[in-house]
């Protein structure tokens, strides 16, 4: 179904919808299982979609040149572009969801200015963590959520964890094998 992009991001909801996204900016949509594949027409998603995330509230979407976007999961409602973050970030990512409904970002760069560090957007305020609170490092490359919620985060300079208020960092010298935390 995919055109000749390569194929950056996947996502499948809860309910059996997907989404592709690629490196030409393209984002198919398909609606439930057996659908078919459509390319997502969307103003508020000009940009290469390299990471998403499904919440309560629907799914999101962040990448290079693209807004943090979110769409809902109601039928009726269209794009939502997210109004603290609606200027286009070079890269919004990664993105997870933990097991409290909250969306964990890795900052950007909007206009020039480093928004570098953790954010945690829990449907109403942002809250940013950087190394000043323990990040290992502000340049987030790599996000998972664990089974117990804990969020763990890879950076240019070891790994990080929180529970969404302490966090806690790891460097090679706690043993972790290489500084940088891909995946």
């Given amino acids: 179904p995919v055109g000749a992009g390569k194929v950056t991001s996947l996502l499948f909801t809860a309910e059996g919808a997907g989404w592709i996204g690629t490196d030409n900016a393209e984002l198919y949509h398909r609606p439930h299982p057996g659908a078919p594949w459509v390319l997502d027409q969307s103003p508020d998603l000009r940009g290469v979609v390299t990471e998403m995330a499904e919440s309560s509230a629907g799914a999101w979407f962040g990448g290079r040149r693209l807004s943090l976007t979110l769409k809902p999961r109601d039928a009726d409602v269209d794009w939502n572009p997210s109004p603290s973050l609606k200027p286009a970030a070079i890269d919004w990512r990664p993105l ?14 909007i206009l020039g200015m480093s928004m570098g560090g953790l954010l945690k957007y829990d449907g109403q305020d942002y809250h940013r963590f950087d190394l000043k609170d323990g990040l290992s490092d502000n340049a987030v490359l790599s996000a998972t959520v664990a089974p117990d919620g804990t969020v763990w985060v890879g950076t240019a300079n070891g790994a990080s964890h929180t529970d969404g208020k302490v966090i806690q960092p790891l460097y090679p010298a706690d043993g972790l094998i290489h500084r940088e935390v891909l995946h």
């Fill in 96 to 109: 997870v969801v933990d097991s409290g409904d909250n969306l964990w970002i890795g900052g950007g760069v």
